[in-house]
């Protein structure tokens, strides 16, 4: 679940009305879950589209509460903050590279980010990483021992993958939960690495619907940012503590060059 959740378009009956009807849908039946929560607060699902409650909609999901599934708040989240003039045009590169076929229309931003998420949701994912990419960031050096150019593998999804497994495994001995992503980028300048983790979980107190006190427990989203130049063989990390910067040089270091040592810590 997003750290922040505050949609700006689902929580707008004007924009849902503006979102084609067809996909709309689509999206909320793509999942049984999603349109078993509207029922059970209280909204009488229908296909017709002169019936179809778009007001009740947006009401449901302006106040997201423990009974709204997570996939659906991860799948809101990503939609709704995705789909706007700036990000329209890397979605739809995506959606290409990827042979997604989108139609022979001219799909709003609304409309790509419902259609990516229901072909490809890492899609949407990898663009949302990206964005932390630009930001400015304080980072610390690290250089490889033996070289002083770096003859980097293929990136493949297998070799992701055991980098995602091995950062999985660290981050939960550190009470900071599974699911880290790793977002690769190759550019002029380097390889940028976008990792995606948990941070250890947070509690917040809540009003309840009823008016009672209650409680939220949560982990926050956070990204690392790693960039690895090849022509020095150095890797630059931006994170928060000296252990992560330890386990990224190790992890790196292990499955892109087969030594755990490879980066001087």
Known sequence: MP????????????ILRRIDFQLLVRF???NTDFQRFLERRGMRWTRDPLRFDYNKLA?????????????????????DNLANADCYDRILEECQEAGIDLGSGDPSPEDLTLLAWLAAPSILERVHAEQYRSKPKKFTSYFALAVDHLDVPFLS????????????????????????????????????????????????GTIARDGESASVFYRPEKFDVLILYPETGELAINTDTKGECK???????????????????
């Open 3 to 14: 750290q922040s959740f505050q949609l700006k378009r689902f929580t707008n009956a004007a």
């Open 28 to 30: 909320f039946e793509s």
């Open 59 to 79: 009401h449901i999901l302006i106040s997201p509460g423990a009974d709204t599934p997570d996939r659906l708040l991860d799948a809101l989240y990503f939609v």
């Open 157 to 204: 999804d297998e070799l992701l993958q055991g980098l995602e497994e091995d950062l999985d495994t660290w981050y939960e001995f550190k009470k900071k939960g599974r699911g880290a992503r790793v977002f690769p980028f190759v550019r002029e300048d380097g390889i940028w690495f976008l990792i995606r983790h948990g941070q250890r979980i947070r509690r917040e």
């Open 247 to 265: 386990a990224y040089c190790t992890f790196l270091g292990q499955h892109l060059f087969g030594d755990e040592r490879f980066f001087a810590f």
